[in-house]
């Protein structure tokens, strides 16, 4: 048996529009999960589903705003009753609120709690929600995470906190779920997404890979963070929980 493979499995991902949550949701497809697929663009959700319908996988698409936990809520409810159960939760929506990177000293209460809401409470609220409906039979959380949840992140310092208090919850609610669920996460490294390149300013001229440093010589793409995704879903992490999983050429 293959023990990436995801036949008879319901994924939701959330952030699923465009880049790394495409990318993920397509690969769950391509290892035979249906998918629901979660962002706030209509549109763009729409034109994944699609490509997973290609795949040969049933897919929906529910326009949700993480922020919600009503919304979150429904979009668990919309996977269990159209695609027929749960069984591997995504939490990949995230980033910056507003393309902004800040200073923690620079950084306005309302900016704060509007980057904790988006990368950290909708992570929880997505997991006790996944874990209700996921019930005795269990199933698998992945958190998305970040390179910038290790060390400190000059000018990037609420991103980074939160991305560090989603490991944290990550090892935690792996305690608190084991044995049925299984609580991972993914950290991605520098990934040239729409969302990335609108929150950077790196200097033109220059590859971002050598500016980096990337000791594998080149940037991510979605399919990278979408595989490792497909391995702590699958039986093939079957004994790997509360662990993040850095990928990020080398960072």
């Known amino acids: 048996m293959n023990p990436f493979d995801l036949t008879g499995r319901v994924a939701v991902v959330t952030g699923a529009g465009k880049g790394i949550g495409r990318g993920i949701a397509l690969a769950l497809a391509r290892a035979g999960a249906d998918v629901a697929l979660a962002a706030r663009s209509a549109s763009d959700l729409e034109e994944v589903a699609r490509e997973a319908r290609a795949l040969g996988r049933r897919a929906i698409a529910v326009p949700t705003d993480v922020t919600d936990g009503d919304q979150l809520e429904r979009l668990a409810t919309r996977a269990v009753a159209e695609l027929g159960g749960l069984d591997v939760w995504v939490s990949n929506a995230g980033g910056l609120p507003d393309a902004t990177p800040r200073y923690l000293t620079r950084t306005p209460e309302d900016r704060w709690d509007a980057q904790l809401d988006l990368n950290l409470k909708s992570v929880w609220a997505s997991a006790v929600i996944a ?118 050429g080398g960072l």
């Open 131 to 248: 874990a209700k409906h996921m019930g005795d039979k269990g199933g698998a959380i992945v958190n998305i995470s970040s390179r910038a949840a290790q060390g400190g992140a000059l000018k990037n310092g609420p991103y980074a906190a939160s991305k560090a208090a989603v490991n944290s919850l990550t090892a935690t609610l792996a305690l608190e779920l084991a044995p049925k669920i299984r609580v991972n996460a993914v950290a991605p490294g520098p990934i040239p997404t729409e969302n990335f390149n609108a929150s950077t300013k790196f200097p033109e001229g220059k590859p971002l890979e050598k500016l980096l440093g990337v000791p594998l010589a080149r940037l991510g793409t979605p399919d990278d963070i979408g595989n490792a995704v497909v391995f702590m879903a699958s039986s093939a992490s079957s004994w790997v929980t509360g662990q993040c999983l850095y990928v990020t």
